[in-house]
């Protein structure tokens, strides 16, 4: 992977200020494929977003990540820090085979594609409920369906049965495990176990929203002092400019 530059993640970060998070997802998934239209990041699986996206985590920041987690068990509640690698949480891609998923349950035989960015956030925005966003989330990704030895009509595709969902979730899960990142921590005070989701997006934001106020804070202090542009000063490598920064504390 190229590293991106410290201008176009500042391009990056700018753009995404006023954004929800999946059109935030969609901007740091752009910067971990450059060359990638919006289309192609929107549709790719969820595992392989999620892969990409630990990989410009590794590029940008390091394979150590530090997590702050609070105890699930509300008598104790302890704030529990630890490292994660980056390396290992990003290695998982979707293995699902070129014809899709494959369910047959029941009368029913479908085959699925494994839901990409685009999928959730059309399901997130016009679902009613839990169990109306399976349902939209399996018409959108079924490829074909076979109902009863006859192809099913769009009106059954979008009414298909909890027990076929629920295979296809099953199916999704084991084809493309790094869709979803769940952490499983046990409490270093009380033993008891605390599970999390690790939205890799969200993680990475946050990290590139603190890097991008301290870079803007190094460009003002330096064009302060000796009077270069932010393209200037961005040139400059982290331990040149660390350095310039420095002498203007010590003068």
């Given at each position: 992977?190229?590293?991106?530059g410290?201008?176009e993640?500042?391009a990056t970060?700018e753009?995404?200020?006023?954004?929800?998070?999946s059109?935030?997802?969609?901007?740091?998934h752009?910067a971990a494929r450059?060359?990638?239209?919006?289309?192609?990041l929107?549709s790719?699986?969820?595992?392989?977003?999620?892969?990409d996206?630990?990989a410009?985590?590794?590029a940008?920041?390091?394979?150590r990540?530090?997590v702050?987690?609070?105890?699930a068990?509300?008598d104790?509640?302890a704030a529990m820090?630890?490292?994660?690698?980056a390396?290992?949480?990003?290695?998982?891609?979707?293995?699902?085979?070129?014809d899709g998923?494959?369910?047959?349950?029941?009368d029913?035989?479908?085959?699925?594609?494994?839901?990409?960015?685009?999928?959730?956030?059309a399901?997130?925005?016009?679902?009613r409920?839990?169990e109306?966003?399976?349902?939209l989330?399996?018409?959108r990704?079924?490829l074909?369906?076979?109902?009863?030895g006859r192809?099913?009509?769009?009106e059954?595709?979008?009414?298909?049965?909890?027990?076929?969902?629920?295979?296809?979730?099953e199916?999704?899960?084991?084809?493309?495990?790094?869709?979803e990142?769940?952490?499983?921590?046990?409490?270093p005070?009380c033993?008891?176990?605390?599970?999390a989701?690790l939205d890799?997006?969200?993680?990475?934001?946050?990290?590139?929203?603190?890097w991008?106020?301290d870079?803007?804070?190094?460009?003002?202090?330096?064009?302060s002092a000796?009077?270069w542009?932010?393209?200037q000063i961005l040139?400059l490598s982290?331990l040149?400019?660390r350095y310039?920064l420095e002498?203007?504390?010590?003068?």
């Amino acid at each position: 992977m190229a590293v991106t530059g410290p201008a176009e993640l500042l391009a990056t970060w700018e753009a995404g200020l006023a954004q929800p998070a999946s059109d935030r997802a969609l901007l740091l998934h752009r910067a971990a494929r450059p060359g990638a239209g919006t289309d192609a990041l929107s549709s790719v699986p969820l595992g392989e977003r999620t892969a990409d996206l630990f990989a410009l985590r590794r590029a940008l920041f390091g394979d150590r990540m530090q997590v702050v987690l609070d105890c699930a068990d509300a008598d104790c509640g302890a704030a529990m820090e630890f490292e994660l690698d980056a390396t290992a949480l990003g290695a998982a891609r979707p293995g699902a085979p070129e014809d899709g998923l494959r369910v047959a349950e029941g009368d029913w035989v479908v085959h699925f594609r494994l839901p990409g960015p685009a999928d959730l956030a059309a399901v997130s925005s016009a679902a009613r409920d839990a169990e109306h966003g399976r349902q939209l989330l399996g018409a959108r990704c079924a490829l074909s369906a076979v109902r009863g030895g006859r192809a099913a009509s769009g009106e059954e595709l979008s009414r298909l049965p909890g027990t076929v969902l629920k295979r296809f979730a099953e199916a999704a899960e084991e084809a493309d495990p790094a869709a979803e990142v769940t952490l499983n921590i046990a409490c270093p005070e009380c033993g008891a176990a605390t599970p999390a989701e690790l939205d890799i997006a969200a993680y990475l934001w946050t990290e590139l929203d603190a890097w991008a106020r301290d870079v803007l804070l190094d460009v003002h202090l330096l064009a302060s002092a000796y009077g270069w542009s932010e393209p200037q000063i961005l040139a400059l490598s982290p331990l040149r400019r660390r350095y310039y920064l420095e002498l203007c504390a010590d003068a």
